[in-house]
């Protein structure tokens, strides 16, 4: 059973940056994809960033130049690097792994809690 542990998330000023991480628990995968979702209050959970394949990013126009996500192999872990916050970046945030064929929250439907970003003066 995969374990996905997000971290990073807090309270900043606009302007500001925080790396949110995500480790998962198992260490050899077929496929090492992974992406990062968002959720705010009344809105549906939305893709920011994914790291595909051979290492191609793809990311959401509301973040791009301003997000960036990688990933460390030997420690199963992603990372998102997010710089220039503005309020609208409030949210909920999420990781997720591919598995061989399927992504394991989204397939799943279990995002557990993720961690809390709230960009406010």
């Known amino acids: 059973q995969v374990q996905l542990v997000e971290s990073g998330g807090g309270l900043v000023q606009p302007g500001g940056s925080l790396r949110l991480s995500c480790a998962a628990s198992?260490?050899?995968?077929?496929?090492?994809?992974m992406k990062w979702h968002r959720q705010a209050p009344g809105k549906e959970r939305e893709l920011v960033a994914a790291i595909v394949g051979g290492g191609s990013t793809v990311y959401a126009d509301s973040v791009k130049g301003r997000f960036t996500i990688s990933r460390d192999n030997a420690k199963n872990t992603a990372y998102l690097q997010m710089n220039s916050l503005k309020p609208e970046d409030t949210a909920v945030y999420y990781c997720d792994v591919r598995l061989g064929s399927f992504w394991y929250r989204t397939q799943t439907n279990n995002w557990g809690p993720g961690t809390q970003v709230t960009v406010s003066s």
């Open positions: 198992r260490s050899k995968y077929t496929a090492n994809a």
